[in-house]
């Protein structure tokens, strides 16, 4: 890439994101003020790394460097190896996008052992993919109500409101005893809430597989917390692939 492009390339994600940053200071401005407005700047300001690494990959998603990576033979780093799954255990894995973790969510769930698949991929992409199963239930962590796809029906929870869906979570585990949850979009949701709370809810997910006999996989890409708050959130799994 030439120098030109190279300045296009940053002149057009400095505009982008000079145009996030206004669209919402706007957003609070219509809903606080006072030292609450001060205090919830300041902390969306301290955050802001989460946000750009949250919108590095998701513009690495998209179809022009998917072409790249393809034209290049690049290929994600993934897990070595997969782990033999023990119930009541919570499993991270450590990859770019949610490939070995999903493999071995489907290859697990049966009649005897119902999955909740929690993702921010599309349900349809997966669907197709996978085939329909009638023993996977999906939720779609983004925005809008009740869904389908083909005979395929899910549920949609804002990126924002861990209440629903721990309430999804808790439900499941409860109607579902030894079953098994998949869970990718722990990054999406960053932005949207403070780290302390996904924390919180992910020693809550794991409290009910442990209270139902169920397990737990999870996906994350790497690289997205700093050093001390990644180390926060592997301490809450029993084992961690990389």
């Not at 009541?88 to 049966?110: A, C, T, W």
């Not at 722990?186 to 809810?201: A, D, S």
Request: overall charge negative; proline content about 3%.
């Amino acid at each position: 890439m030439d120098k030109e492009k190279l300045i296009e390339a940053y002149m057009k994600g400095y505009e982008e994101g000079l145009k996030r940053g206004w669209k919402g200071a706007k957003s609070m401005l219509s809903r606080y003020d006072g030292w609450e407005l001060r205090s919830r700047m300041e902390g969306k300001i301290g955050t802001l790394y989460q946000d750009v690494r949250t919108r590095r990959y998701e513009i690495e998603g998209e179809p022009f460097f998917m072409d790249w990576e393809e034209q290049e033979g690049s290929s994600d780093r993934t897990p070595s190896e997969a782990p033999e799954l023990r119930w009541g255990n919570m499993y991270l894995f450590m990859e770019r996008k949610p490939e070995i973790s999903l493999d071995i969510f489907f290859q697990h769930v049966s009649e005897d052992c119902k999955g909740l698949c929690v993702t921010h991929e599309r349900i349809s992409a997966i669907v197709d993919a996978r085939g329909e199963d009638e023993n996977v239930v999906y939720c779609y962590l983004g925005k809008g109500g009740r869904s389908s796809y083909l005979s395929v029906e899910y549920e949609t929870v804002s990126l924002g409101n861990l209440n629903k869906l721990a309430s999804v979570v808790g439900e499941f585990f409860k109607e579902n005893k030894g079953s098994l949850m998949f869970l990718s979009g722990m990054n999406r949701m960053m932005p949207y809430v403070e780290f302390e709370k996904i924390q919180k809810f992910t020693d809550f997910v794991k409290s009910k597989a442990n209270e139902h006999g169920g397990c737990v996989i999870v996906s994350l890409p790497p690289n997205i917390l700093g050093g001390y708050q990644l180390q926060q959130i592997k301490n809450s799994f029993d084992q961690v692939l990389e």
